[in-house]
């Protein structure tokens, strides 16, 4: 269980939450992670909001994927594969705090697992909130917090990410 983000790009003349709906039953539909073959702009946007996050934060790394296990176990060519998975994952150090990005070719993730609490919330929600601004800054995007039901005001909702995280990593 995760306190989950997501990072999506705001349509001209759409309501952000009408957006955020569709994204959400676009998903729901289909179970493809990357649906369609990559597109270079696309892939290379991708690594360089990876390549910025490191810079942010050098512990990041971003996860490599076992492509040949994975073909085996989809039952599909390692250049499927490859096509299928090619979002980036983008972690910390194995004894971090369990922040997980994961860049997608229009919109972007943040996890973090409930086991936090105190200081420790704290310090975690202002590492999120500092890669949260660099992807809004660089990337374009907007943060929907499902979590809250609303489009975040990075300079105002820290607080009440922090508090809405810590009731139920609280209840644990």
Known sequence: MSYDLHLFKPESGVDPLEAIERLFEDDEESEEIN?????????????ALAQVLINLKPKL???????????????????????????LELNGAEDGNGIQITLLDDTADITV???????????????????LTLLEKEGGFV??????????????????????YESVANSF
């Open 113 to 131: 697992p409930y086991w936090h609490k105190g200081d420790a919330a704290k310090e975690t929600f202002q590492e999120i909130w500092s890669y």
């Open 61 to 87: 790394e971003v996860f490599e994927f076992g492509f040949k296990e994975l073909a085996e176990t989809d039952g599909i060519t390692e250049d499927e594969a490859r096509e299928k998975y090619r979002h």
């Open 143 to 164: 943060t929907y917090d499902p979590q809250l039901e609303k489009i975040l005001n990075l300079s105002a909702d820290l607080p009440l990410a922090i508090e809405t």
């Open 35 to 47: 649906v369609g073959a990559p597109v270079p702009e696309k892939e290379l946007r991708k690594r």
